[in-house]
Nanobody, 114 residues
Framework: QVQLVESGGGLVQDGGSLRLSCAAS????????MGWYRQTPGKQRELVAT???????NYADSVKGRFTISRDNAKNTVYLQMNGLKPEDTAVYYC????????WGQGTQVTVSS
């Protein structure tokens, strides 16, 4: 059974930082591309960042220079360090795994107050 469990969301002020974690089980974590996506009400889910099994990263233009995605293959965990948060970063953030199948976590709310 595949599980992606996110944690680390919350309420933070404009300019603050948060670190999201996603613990994975039931997948070939080391070879999967892991990613973070976000969604606000009435809008499509959008890419935030991805990281391949080999460590190559990709970021949305809106978060480049502020967010950093990383992974710890020994812990089957992917992280998203978010610095310089802005109110427009407010969204539900979802962990994603792509490999032999595509899987999503349940989401964690990030709210940035102005």
């Amino acid at each position: 059974q595949v599980q992606l469990v996110e944690s680390g969301g919350g309420l933070v002020q404009d300019g603050g930082s948060l670190r999201l974690s996603c613990a994975a089980s039931g997948i070939f974590f080391n070879i999967n591309t892991m990613g973070w996506y976000r969604q606000t009400p009435g809008k499509q889910r959008e890419l935030v960042a991805t990281i391949t099994g080999g460590g190559s990263t990709n970021y949305a233009d809106s978060v480049k220079g502020r967010f950093t995605i990383s992974r710890d293959n020994a812990k089957n965990t992917v992280y998203l360090q978010m610095n310089g948060l802005k109110p427009e970063d407010t969204a539900v953030y979802y962990c994603n795994s792509r490999g032999y199948g595509t899987y999503w976590g349940q989401g964690t709310q990030v709210t940035v107050s102005s």
